[in-house]
């Protein structure tokens, strides 16, 4: 084993994403984001595995970038998002394998147009360019679908050539259609297109101006297109738009139905930028019998159907109080009922989570309960769940569920082990412990020389009281590190975000990193966050830097009534909600030795309107001209004249979650005031680092900035 972790070894790791499990359930198909060095980015490649074990993972793709993966409905073709050179049957505008009869055809066809390049097929296509797959004028290649034939083999092929792209698509029933979702500028939105490329002025109307990742918003609309796959026809289904302040991220969600309808998500409010409801619509293939199945007081996602058709399931959560835990509904439409299937567990569907049918009478889903990810079965006719697979155990994350045939395949997360696809029989869901459940099985190896190399940490669960609740926390301690008779350890307070968000044993790089260097790492799982329950997670709204400062200050008290952290040397970090907590940390106790304040708002008067949660800073605190008082509470600036910890505040150029400005006004009232502290903005990045050469940067920043403020370092020196 080595002794401290290489952050270059960061460039090692592999990390699986997207699962989805074969019809018949004999394979997983799943992508992997690994770090190109040379390039300096984090690419995606697909790989397939049997979910027997027979075989190692086959990787499917060559080039880079995949995302999406959808089998066909008998199980023959696998597609995929990604953003390629375009095809090359495409550019030469045949296919080698056509018909002597096709052959003239096309021959025919070619001398009547006369040269024209604006042909029907292209027409039809949305082709109206020497490169489909690139934007107009020749950019970077568009995300399109692409397809593999597994029973045929060879390359992928390419299924759609939209100028805009695509940015999320289905199969129909029959498996000769796909519906995808794609932007179509008019005439004139196209030059405002062209010219905001070449540094021309913003110009919107939207209240939603901004969306994290997405940048500044404009007015082109997404809708629903349906491709033929023979023709490559493709028809645009008017009434199928995207409207909502999140619409730009999260899009249409579309979902071909077995019997012949697609289901999508959209708002068709008055005035859809100022509300988060949105409603499940239904549509025909052509365009017509558009129906609203729901009634639009909730924020929808994920939506799937029954095997048969008649019932669609989907995630619903509260539009105006995210602290509400979200829950799995099913719209019957036999009978137009459309009803909780977990209102009563009091948990949270897990972030990205949906619902998955195993027939027609049963579901699965991913709920976040007391610190953990977890199983759990449905019955569409009730509300009545049932926490299921015990056999995960307690000091692992399921970070991702998709179910086909009679296997589920996951994304597990062990913070020994490192990311890995397992698959799981249906029938043993209900298994206690690992030997019961025989089919639980390990399916890739992605980071075995990772986690060989390097001595992975301790990890402990712990609770503790804190103003009269029970609080738990996740301990990550060195390998060495006696938990019964401990020398206590300089202590990382890993503040995590939402607040609507919880923490459970897993791996992440970080903690190997920290521990690997005498750090024990603790993560506080404090009132406002979700797992534990409505009440526990209302604790926090409409109040930040009251519950989660107590929680977090009370449960360092306890790691050092326990012998194990050192409290004069306790430092912190956290993204978001994580930075926005240290804000409180810093400005109304001295817990912290140093602190890194990362991608955080600490004036809620100033974020108004300049990044995009103003709904939900609306719903929670109201507005800055009407509720000024509760705004300011909220604000750490308001107290930045006690800052006196030394503060390394970390932010995104392009983060539109949380400003740069916010940090900027953070560190600059610390600076003012003689307090030791360093400004890192990232120009390019969003609300997170996600850049191989950045995010190394980033934490050996966060380790320097640790050792320069340890007082035991400084004694040594």
Not at 435 to 462: G, H, I
Request: hydrophobic share 30%; with cysteine; charged share 30%.
């Amino acid at each position: 084993m080595s002794g401290k972790l290489s952050v270059e070894s960061f460039y090692d790791l592999s990390r699986p994403t997207d699962t989805a499990v074969s019809p018949d359930g004999q394979t997983v198909a799943f992508t992997v984001a690994e770090s190109d060095p040379d390039e300096d980015e984090r690419v995606a490649s697909l790989y397939v595995v049997p979910t027997d074990g027979s075989r190692k993972p086959h990787r499917l793709t060559r080039l880079p970038g995949a995302s999406s993966p959808t089998w066909s409905p008998d199980g023959s073709r696998l597609a995929f998002i990604a953003a390629r050179d375009e095809d090359v049957s495409r550019r030469v505008g045949r296919q080698a394998d056509a018909s002597a009869d096709e052959d003239e055809d096309e021959a025919d066809a070619s001398a009547e147009s006369d040269g024209d390049d604006d042909s029907d097929e292209n027409e039809a296509d949305g082709d109206d360019s020497d490169d489909a797959t690139a934007g107009p004028n020749g950019d970077e290649p568009k995300p399109q679908v692409w397809c593999f034939d597994l029973e045929l083999g060879g390359d992928a092929t390419q299924l759609t050539s939209f100028d805009e792209g695509v940015s999320e698509f289905d199969w129909s029933p029959d498996g000769d259609q796909l519906v995808v979702s794609s932007r179509d500028p008019t005439e004139e939105e196209q030059e405002y297109l062209e010219q905001r490329k070449d540094g021309g002025p913003i110009e919107t109307e939207r209240l939603q101006h901004k969306v994290n990742g997405v940048g500044w918003t404009d007015e082109v609309t997404t809708y629903l297109f349906v491709v033929d796959l023979d023709t490559g026809e493709t028809e645009r289904l008017d009434e199928a738009t995207a409207a909502g302040p999140i619409s730009d991220a999260s899009g249409l969600q579309p979902a071909w139905g077995p019997n012949d309808r697609i289901a999508y998500i959209t708002s068709d409010a008055e005035h859809p930028d100022d509300t988060y409801a949105t409603d499940l619509f239904l549509i025909d293939p052509d365009g017509s019998n558009v129906e609203n199945v729901t009634d639009g007081d909730q924020l929808l996602g994920g939506p799937k159907w029954s095997p048969d058709g008649t019932q669609v399931a989907f995630v619903s959560g509260d539009a105006e109080n995210w602290y509400v835990p979200s829950e799995i509904h099913v719209a019957d439409l036999g009978t137009d009922e459309v009803r909780s299937l977990s209102n009563s567990l009091d948990r949270t569907v897990a972030m990205g989570a949906g619902p998955h049918w195993a027939s027609n009478d049963e579901l699965y889903t991913l709920v976040a309960d007391e610190a953990k990810t977890r199983l759990v079965r449905l019955t569409p006719d009730a509300d009545a769940p049932e926490r299921v697979f015990e056999a995960q155990g307690d000091y692992r994350a399921i970070q991702t569920l998709d179910v086909g045939g009679d296997h589920a395949g996951l994304v597990v997360s062990d913070p020994s082990e490192g990311w890995d696809i397992y698959s799981l029989s249906l029938d043993d869901v209900d298994a206690t412990d690992e030997v019961d459940a025989e089919s639980f099985k390990r399916l890739s190896a992605l980071n075995t020389d990772f986690v060989d190399e390097y001595e992975m940490p301790q990890t402990r669960r712990v609770a503790y009281e804190s103003d009269g609740w029970e609080v738990e926390g996740i301990v990550y301690a060195p390998a060495d590190f006696d938990f019964d008779d401990p020398d206590p350890l300089p202590t990382i307070v890993a503040i995590h975000g939402g607040p609507m968000s919880y923490d459970e044993p897993e791996f992440r790089f970080e903690h190997p990193a920290f521990t690997s260097r005498d750090y024990l790492v603790f993560r506080p799982n404090y009132r406002g966050g979700t797992s534990y329950g409505q009440e526990f997670a209302e604790e926090l709204r409409g109040q930040w830097g009251t519950a989660e400062v107590d929680d977090i200050v009370a449960g360092v008290e306890d790691l050092t009534d326990r012998g194990w952290t050192d409290p004069d040397r306790v430092f912190g970090y956290g993204v978001s909600y994580g930075g926005i907590a240290q804000g409180y940390l810093v400005t109304q106790t001295d817990l912290l030795t140093a602190a890194v304040p990362e991608h955080g708002i600490y004036d809620l008067r100033s974020d108004y309107g300049t990044g995009d949660s103003r709904l939900s800073i609306e719903h929670e605190f109201g507005t800055p001209w009407e509720n000024p008082d509760t705004i300011d509470a909220a604000s750490a600036i308001t107290d930045a004249g006690n800052i006196d910890t030394p503060l390394l505040v970390m932010a995104g150029g392009q983060d539109w979650r949380c400003p740069p400005t916010q940090s900027e006004q953070l560190y600059a009232a610390a600076k003012s005031q003689g307090v030791d502290a360093k400004l890192v903005v990232y120009p390019d990045e969003h609300h997170a680092v996600s850049n191989p050469e950045r995010a190394t940067h980033r934490l050996e920043q966060i380790l320097d900035w640790y050792e320069r403020h340890d007082p035991a370092v400084e004694v040594e020196e």
